[in-house]
């Protein structure tokens, strides 16, 4: 069974400031979809990015970008530059295939603080 | 993406009886989800409802319990019944664009 592990229940960085979330997963699949999600206090789920297993190269999003490494089934998050909007919940997702439909298997999330 | 709305927002109900929640999407999805989060913690799948077929649920959960209905591709209710204080939680529903999902704002619901 697949599983999603986020090893950092709380984490805080400076504003203007670089902080990387880690996330690992485990499957014994080959082509997957992973994504980090943002949960704002009292707010709506956000996408932020994702990565296609087959893709090599990193995605980036403007300031957030994610070091993919496959091998290791790794799956880290970079916020470049902090915002202190960027004060959120947030949640490493891997994304199962099956029978024509698919489903997240979420991680237990990190909670980021952004401080002034 | 996609516009996703909840009705209710939050709801406080007596043990033993029945709240539907509503989702709403501003556009014609296939798949929709419903989850369950606890304040503070992560999600928990508990049913793909996709049009057109009946709704899959995932271990631990039934459909007595929570029915779920899929009347169109922009709506979808979930029913939780005959509630206990265990029930309370934040209900989200999501849909499902390509391989993205995208979600409601939940519903806080508390059992009294």
């Known amino acids: 069974a697949q599983t999603v592990t986020q090893s950092q229940p709380e984490m805080s960085v400076q504003e203007a400031e670089t902080v990387t979330l880690s996330c690992t997963y485990d499957?014994?699949?080959?082509?997957?979809?992973l994504f980090w999600y943002k949960q704002p206090p009292s707010r709506q789920m956000i996408l932020v990015i994702r990565?296609?297993?087959?893709?090599?190269q990193n995605a980036t999003e403007n300031r957030f970008s994610v070091n993919f490494q496959k091998a290791a089934k790794s799956f880290s998050l970079k916020i470049s530059d902090s915002q202190l909007g960027d004060t959120a919940m947030y949640f490493c997702?891997?994304?199962?295939?099956?029978?024509?439909?698919?489903?997240?298997?979420f991680g237990t999330g990190t909670r980021l603080k952004v401080l002034a | 993406s996609a516009v996703i709305s909840q009705k209710p927002s939050r709801d406080i109900c007596q043990r033993g009886t029945s709240l539907t929640i509503q989702c709403q999407v501003d556009?014609?999805?296939?798949?929709m989800f419903w989850y369950r989060q606890q304040p503070g913690q992560s999600l928990t799948l508990i049913a793909t409802?996709?049009?057109?077929?009946?709704?899959?649920?995932e271990s631990g959960f039934v459909i007595d319990k929570f029915p779920i209905s899929r009347p169109n591709l922009t709506f979808s209710t979930l029913t939780v019944s005959n509630m206990s204080p265990e029930d309370s939680s934040i209900y989200l529903c999501?849909?499902?664009?390509?391989?993205?999902?995208?979600f409601g704002p939940g519903t806080r619901l508390t059992v009294t």
């Open positions: 990565q296609e297993a087959y893709k090599q």
């Open positions: 409802a996709n049009q057109g077929s009946e709704a899959t649920y």
């Open positions: 499957t014994s699949e080959n082509n997957y979809y």
């Open positions: 999501s849909v499902g664009l390509g391989y993205e999902q995208y």
């Open positions: 997702a891997f994304m199962k295939t099956f029978s024509g439909t698919y489903k997240y298997i």
């Open positions: 556009s014609q999805v296939t798949m």
